[in-house]
């Protein structure tokens, strides 16, 4: 018994298909269609400021994500799945668009032994290409008269602020927590992404 070969075009053609998808939801729409229809999810995210002290986003943007009318007055639509295959608009500045629903399955837990910790460890899930410096390093110094000798000791000493995410709710939360007792912090971390 022979088993038929598969036809050659069969991967190309469907690597071509699979990259044409994201392409074949989205199409060019009158402005009356793009004006009654929604934005997309999360639009709005892109280039927006962040406050890394606050760790809240600051309503000022860098790409302007309000304009969705191209000067011959249309726009993209694109049909969205994790939305019952809703058409929504998407801004002129963005260039591709699709949604992609998938999550980390590897949840991830920490203890924080102090308030700082914490607000650390949540700030650094961020970013840590932010950091400046805020620190002063000095050699220090000191001699003690030891009877007829002298004895010197130097030291390298080295302080620093983190002002990252000292101002966030959760650093503001855990700082009252421990100012009315002794508490241990968790945090729990689940990621998901729903668009790209």
Known sequence: MSVPAPPLFSLPLLLLLSQLDSALTCRTASQSQCDSAPFDPGHN??????????????GAYLIDLKTYLSPSKTCTLCSNPLQGNELQKIPLSVVDWRPYSHCIEDISSHSHASVSN????TTNKISTKWKGGLSNEAKVSVSVPVGLVSVSVEKDVGASIEMGGSQSDVAIFATTKTEEDHHSFFSQNLCCRHYR
Request: hydrophobic content about 45%; aromatic content about 6%; overall charge positive.
């Open 45 to 58: 995210l892109a280039g927006e400021g962040f406050d890394v002290v606050t760790l809240k986003r600051k």
């Open 118 to 121: 914490l607000a650390q460890s």
